[in-house]
């Protein structure tokens, strides 16, 4: 969706390195979502945050951390502790009221080295 | 959520309206259902949603029953770019911050 920009599209990761995944939005929404896709499956939550400075984690944060220090921006890291990194990451983002649709960027792919 | 159901997969011929069903049997009265499609290797697009009113808008339409146990999504005229995987979600957005994707259904616009 326009206004959530994932970067890069494409990334490889070096085993026991860490890599980091940013996502920029302009839509001005206060919460943000990552979220890993596997090949032929759903969405996984792996953390959220509903307000600057303010984070949670979804089903899957082992291995994953966050930060939220503007609103604009939700980078990920992926740790060397992730021992299966290997998938889509997306980016989502959501404005008021609660039942507004989230909006999703168009994805980070990860992959071995 | 309450846990929706799809077709695995539909064709749909170029030109014409593309109506793909959803069952939301259990859905509860604060959630809305909520349409994505996702074109391979692309984010998800978020299409419409609605709670019970059928629902308009540039891409589609949304049609609720009564009873708010099922739904459909039509695309009015299909073209070869509406070929995706399309999610019916019920969701609250409440509470729950988690959008559940099941496997979808997969539309082929044929030429």
């Known amino acids: 969706d326009g206004g959530i920009t994932q970067s890069p599209k494409y990334l490889f990761r070096k085993e026991g390195q860490n890599v980091t995944l940013s996502c920029e939005q302009n839509?001005?929404?206060?919460?943000m979502y990552w979220y890993r896709q596997d090949p032929g499956q759903g969405l996984r939550l792996i953390y959220y945050?509903?307000?600057?400075?303010?984070?949670q984690k979804g089903d899957i944060a082992e291995g994953y951390s966050v930060s939220r220090e503007k609103k604009e921006s939700f980078p990920l890291t992926v740790t060397s502790a992730q021992k299966n990194p290997t998938a889509f990451y997306l980016c989502?983002?959501?404005?008021?009221?609660?039942?507004?649709?989230?909006?999703f960027g168009d994805g980070t792919r990860l992959s071995i080295l | 959520d309450a846990k929706t159901t799809q077709p695995t997969s539909m064709d749909c011929a170029e030109g014409r309206a593309a109506n793909l069903p959803c069952n939301h049997s259990t859905i509860s009265g604060n959630e809305y259902v909520y349409w994505y499609r996702q074109i391979h290797s692309q984010g998800p697009q978020y299409i419409i949603h609605?709670?019970?009113n059928n629902e308009t808008n540039e891409m589609a339409s949304l049609i609720i029953t009564e009873d708010r146990k099922s739904s459909t999504l039509i695309l009015p005229h299909a073209t070869l770019r509406d070929t995706a995987v399309y999610y019916c979600i019920a969701h609250s957005g409440a509470g729950s911050y988690q959008l559940t994707f099941g496997k979808g259904t997969k539309l082929s616009v044929i030429p």
């Open positions: 945050s509903q307000i600057v400075n303010d984070f």
């Open positions: 839509l001005n929404h206060d919460a």
């Open positions: 989502a983002t959501r404005g008021t009221p609660s039942n507004q649709p989230q909006h």
């Open positions: 609605g709670l019970k």
